[in-house]
Nanobody, 118 residues
Framework: QVQLVESGGGSVQAGGSLRLSCAAS????????MAWYRQGPGKQRELVAA???????DYATDVKGRFTISRDNPKNTVYLQMNSLKPEDTAVYYC????????????WGQGTLVSVSS
């Protein structure tokens, strides 16, 4: 069974930094795109950042220049470095992976809470 396990969430003051990690485990043949999504209070889940297996990245407009997504392919791990955090970044952050086990499928992590106070 494939699992994504996130870590690194927490509480921080505005202007601070946090680094999220997400490790995939289980029988995995290949991971294509890995991504971070978030869902704030009363909001829909939205894409924050994504990275392909080749390292190409994409960011939501409101996090460009503040967040950096990276991945360690041998470790099946994706990271999200978040700097200059704002109260509006407060959300549950979810890791997502498009991967192949015995079939190609999309997998989600359980989520980690990021809380930014002003």
């Amino acid at each position: 069974q494939v699992q994504l396990v996130e870590s690194g969430g927490g509480s921080v003051q505005a202007g601070g930094s946090l680094r999220l990690s997400c490790a995939a485990s289980g029988t995995i043949f290949k991971i294509y795109t890995m991504a971070w999504y978030r869902q704030g209070p009363g909001k829909q889940r939205e894409l924050v950042a994504a990275i392909t297996s080749g390292g190409a990245t994409d960011y939501a407009t409101d996090v460009k220049g503040r967040f950096t997504i990276s991945r360690d392919n041998p470790k099946n791990t994706v990271y999200l470095q978040m700097n200059s955090l704002k109260p509006e970044d407060t959300a549950v952050y979810y890791c997502n992976a498009d991967l192949t086990t015995y079939i190609r499928r999309e997998v989600w992590g359980q989520g980690t809470l990021v809380s930014v106070s002003s």
